[in-house]
């Protein structure tokens, strides 16, 4: 060990001295502090009477000053947090509760590559990616590529597979594209098979590969006494005012440009009638009416600025 020349301040002679004694010389535990012998400024003093560290300024008379408090005092510096590393659980990232509690267990677990909310189950994920994990449903994104999506009841570690006994589906983006998928009833880390529901590609052509096209609906709506209606939805089924035998539609509210609109009536005994009048715009090769005599007949419109022009109509 190299010896450094210097003023022993513990046995006050001089003599060549160890690192270790220089060490001693810097660092002491009185109890208390005003008891201490052989001070030196600059010397660090831990004092367990009033659980505090003190830094030596002076030596004739002696003084100090506090640099730290022990929270386990009843004289606790506000400076100071209490932290209770030996209350926490392995993998849950802490939060801070109070200065007196310390730390704690939050709702957030991680295996060190991803992260469970309300959830310590986490799949082995594939490490092309990664998952923020929550009971049954997660979100995952590329570690190295740009997908992003949305798990239901659907994990990934190389292969599809489910995470409980449940129904499955997932929508995610990527490289500029959106898909929908779907799966059946599955059985917990067994092989999922997806159906693409729908999808969106980077031109924005949308694709139905299978199932329908399913229009919400119908909306009942009754005309108002100048034969006017509002249209809130695509398929609406009209009635007339007062419930009369005969009324005519006039003019149609509502929707935006490029909506799409079909029309039927909602009773057998009643018979509305499309008029070419006010924003409406029929075909003129079919005529400038149009009677619904039953409810299975249909009108098609599509909105181009202010006016809804027909497309088809159907007299069943």
């Known amino acids: 060990m190299a010896l450094i020349h210097g003023d022993d ?6 003599f060549p001295y160890t690192i270790y004694n220089e060490i001693k010389n810097h660092w002491r535990q009185n109890d208390p502090i005003a008891n201490l012998t052989n001070p030196r400024p600059g010397m660090i003093v831990d004092d367990s009477a009033d659980d505090k560290l003190y830094h030596i300024t002076g030596t004739g008379p002696l003084t100090s000053d ?24 392995d993998g849950y990232i802490p939060h801070h509760v109070s200065d007196a509690a310390g730390l ?11 992260i469970g909310v309300t959830t310590a189950d986490i799949e082995a994920w594939n490490n092309v990616y990664r998952a923020i994990e929550f009971t049954d ?16 009841n659907a994990y990934f570690d190389g292969a599809w597979k489910y995470k409980a006994n449940d129904l499955a589906a997932n929508y995610y983006m990527s490289s500029g594209e959106h898909f929908w998928n779907i799966a059946v009833d599955g059985v917990i880390n067994n092989p999922i098979t997806w159906v693409t529901a729908m999808k969106i590609d980077t031109s924005g052509r949308v694709t139905i590969p299978s199932g329908f ?5 119908p909306e009942d709506v009754v005309l108002d006494a100048a034969g006017a209606m509002t249209a809130t939805q695509t398929w609406m089924r009209v009635d007339n005012f007062a419930a009369a035998a005969n009324d005519d539609i006039v003019t149609i509210n509502g929707g935006a440009e490029g909506d799409l609109l079909i029309l039927t009536s909602k009773d057998d005994a009643r018979n509305p009638r499309v008029t070419e009048a006010g924003n409406i715009l029929l075909d003129f090769l ?7 005599d039953i409810i299975s007949d249909t ?3 599509m909105k181009i600025g202010a006016n809804w022009c027909e497309i088809s109509r159907s007299n069943n």
């Open 9 to 14: 301040g513990v046995l006050d002679d001089p």
């Open 66 to 89: 506090e640099i730290l408090q022990l929270t386990n005092s009843a004289d606790v510096s506000p400076l100071f947090t209490t932290v209770k590393l030996s209350a926490l659980t």
């Open 104 to 114: 704690a267990d939050s709702v957030i677990f991680t295996d060190g590559t991803n």
């Open 137 to 152: 449903s997660a979100i995952m994104f590329g570690a190295v590529n740009n997908f992003i999506g949305l798990m239901s």
């Open 213 to 217: 096209l399913s229009i919400a609906g």
């Open 286 to 292: 079919l005529g400038n009416t149009f009677t619904f």
């Open 299 to 301: 009108m098609l419109f």
